[in-house]
């Protein structure tokens, strides 16, 4: 199957700062990636979508100016958590569709866990 | 009413036992099943992928679509420790962009 590969898997940070997501399509060129968040213990809620070369689609009740996304080539999108709060700490889960193949199935990255102290 | 629903669990089987999962959908237009497998701490692995109606298999995981019902299963035989996960069902139509509709996870322990 595709795989997609995603850095860090875990980071601490302090609040206030930065921290940025990177999501890598390592086998196939990946015109959509989707950005999750999870919670323990519970499902995956869809942040955005993210599609190579414009403006992602965020998901109702998600802060774009929070949650930067940039999808800059076929290959690549990174998640941006700008201004990070305790409350920000969380999964995140990127996966990416691979138009080579049935065309809706998602890839999932192997997740980035956030802590912000 | 969610569009898909999925009984959380957990559910407990001994090694060996036959694993049913399911999901029931509502929205009539979704075309693509698949099923999906997490491993705590881990990003979902596609486990199956269906289009349509019908029965596909791989290996001891066999996943069924029943369109007129909106009732999508995955059976596992002989079923074995390692297949302790969340499963996920998903869905999603070319009307909608492809968006894909998870359900919420079945949590399965398989006891050894």
């Known amino acids: 199957g595709a795989v997609v590969s995603q850095h860090p898997s875990r980071v601490i940070c302090k609040s206030g700062t930065s921290v940025k997501i990177e999501c890598r399509s390592l086998?196939?060129?990946?015109?959509?990636m989707f950005w999750y968040r999870q919670f323990p213990k519970q499902s995956l809620m869809l942040m955005a979508t993210?599609?190579?070369?414009?403006?992602?689609?965020?998901e109702q009740g998600v802060e774009k100016d929070k949650f930067l996304i940039n999808h800059a080539s076929l290959t690549l999108s990174t998640l941006t958590v700008t201004s990070a709060h305790p409350e920000d700490s969380s999964f995140y889960i990127c996966?990416?569709?691979?138009?080579?193949?049935?065309?809706?199935?998602?890839?999932f990255g192997p997740g980035t866990r956030l802590t912000v102290t | 009413q969610k569009e898909v629903e999925q009984d959380p669990g957990p559910l407990s089987v001994p090694e060996g036992a036959i694993v049913s999962l399911n999901c029931t959908y509502s929205?009539?237009?979704?075309?693509?099943f698949m099923w999906y497998r997490q491993y705590s701490r881990k990003g979902p692995e596609l486990l199956m992928y269906?289009?349509?109606?019908g029965n596909k298999e791989d290996g001891r995981f066999t996943a069924q679509v029943d369109k007129s019902s909106k009732y999508i299963s995955l059976f596992i035989r002989d079923s074995q420790p390692s297949d302790s996960a969340t499963y996920l069902c998903?869905?999603?139509?070319?009307?909608?962009?492809?968006?894909?509709?998870f359900g919420a996870g079945t949590r399965l322990f398989v006891k050894a």
């Open positions: 996966s990416a569709r691979d138009p080579g193949g049935g065309g809706y199935e998602q890839y």
């Open positions: 086998d196939f060129q990946a015109t959509t």
């Open positions: 993210s599609n190579e070369g414009s403006k992602a689609t965020y």
């Open positions: 929205n009539s237009a979704f075309q693509y």
């Open positions: 269906t289009y349509s109606s």
């Open positions: 998903a869905m999603s139509a070319r009307t909608g962009g492809f968006k894909t509709i």
